[in-house]
T-cell receptor, first 115, second 110 residues
Framework: DTAVSQTPKYLVTQMGNDKSIKCEQN?????MYWYKQDSKKFLKIMFS???????INETVPNRFSPKSPDKAHLNLHINSLELGDSAVYFC??????????????FGPGTRLLVL | RKEVEQDPGPFNVPEGATVAFNCTYS??????FFWYRQDCRKEPKLLMS???SGNEDGRFTAQLNRASQYISLLIRDSKLSDSATYLC???????????FGTGTSLTVIP
């Protein structure tokens, strides 16, 4: 069974559209994350959720809205997509609240291309 | 200034070679340190955590130098399967602030 799964794997869409990426983890972890990896391979944290509560937002535009219906799921909704949103989006999870000290397990990534 | 800086490489080394990567971090309050490996078009996976006293896992050795604010990864007896991008990561242990470097690309050549 996949520990951290994301759907879709690939997403090609037009500028201005709204899209969502889903993430699920079956590890029983309390903390989940969204990362963006751009074309230069720079991996940057966007959001972190611990037990369904947002605990970090690294200056991400408010067009990006994470939603966590339960601690096993963290979805990412993006409004009014822009060309610069094209990237690979990784979901990750870690066991407890102090994820800084813990291994993060990444999903396979969602490759988003905005045309 | 980026929180974490890495030499992007690429490093091209022959099989059996020893190769070392360094990674510098800007915030002296950083508490936890890691090396991740990312294969092409795959997700990052933890290679090893980096402890203050340094630690070794088989052919891989990680070191931390707090005074100079860098961490290093040494790979001995390189294998073809070591070809990947190696990402360092540091955290502040507060608010789950976690920062990755841009990664160092390694290709091991037969």
């Amino acid at each position: 069974d996949t520990a951290v799964s994301q759907t879709p794997k690939y997403l090609v869409t037009q500028m201005g559209n709204d899209k969502s990426i889903k993430c699920e983890q079956n590890l029983g972890h309390d903390t989940m994350y969204w990362y963006k990896q751009d074309s230069k391979k720079f991996l940057k944290i966007m959001f972190s959720y611990n037990n369904k509560e947002l605990i970090i937002n690294e200056t991400v535009p408010n067009r990006f809205s994470p939603k966590s219906p339960d601690k096993a799921h963290l979805n990412l909704h993006i409004n009014s997509l822009e060309l610069g949103d094209s990237a690979v989006y990784f979901c990750a999870s870690s066991q407890g609240g102090l994820a800084a000290q813990e291994t993060q397990y990444f999903g396979p990534g969602t490759r988003l291309l905005v045309l | 200034r980026k929180e974490v800086e890495q030499d992007p490489g690429p490093f091209n080394v022959p099989e059996g070679a020893t190769v070392a990567f360094n990674c510098t971090y800007s915030n002296s309050a950083s508490q936890s340190f890691f090396w991740y490996r990312q294969d092409c078009r795959k997700e990052p996976k933890l290679l090893m955590s980096v402890y203050s006293s340094g630690n070794e896992d088989g052919r891989f050795t990680a070191q931390l130098n707090r005074a100079s604010q860098y961490i290093s990864l040494l790979i001995r007896d390189s294998k073809l399967s070591d070809s990947a991008t190696y990402l360092c990561a540091v955290s502040l242990n507060t608010g789950n602030q976690f920062y990755f470097g841009t990664g160092t690309s390694l290709t091991v050549i037969p």
